[in-house]
Nanobody, 126 residues
């Protein structure tokens, strides 16, 4: 199994930026595909983005349409940490953001996840 710990949430004004981090307790490269989810107030938890492993340390990301061009997922193998860089934030981005992982190399935007972090609050003010 893998333990996930998110950090980096906070309060930011609309148009601002924030970077979330997800530290994994086990080596995830090639073994665990990962993703970011979010749950706005009063709404269901939904997918934001995923990363899937290719050859070596390469990976590719998928994003939901609402964050394309604004959010970027990246992974630091040395730190075993997944990041979500969020730019041009909007009030509708306000949510608890969760890091997740699944066994295997591939995670689509519809993949069930096996492991979850505790969540970190992101609030975007207008």
């Amino acid at each position: 199994q893998v333990q996930l710990v998110e950090s980096g949430g906070g309060l930011v004004q609309a148009g601002g930026s924030l970077r979330l981090s997800c530290a994994a307790s086990a080596r995830t490269l090639g073994a665990y595909a990962m993703g970011w989810f979010r749950q706005p107030p009063g709404k269901e938890r939904d997918i934001v983005a995923t990363i899937s492993w290719g050859g070596g340390s390469t990976y590719y990301a998928d994003y939901v349409d609402s964050v394309k061009g604004r959010f970027t997922v990246s992974f630091d193998n040395a730190k075993n940490t997944l990041y979500l860089q969020m730019n041009s934030l909007k009030p509708e981005d306000t949510a608890v953001y969760y890091c997740a992982a699944k066994r295997g190399m591939i995670a689509t935007l519809r993949s069930p996840m096996d492991y979850w972090g505790q969540g970190t609050q992101v609030t975007v003010s207008s």
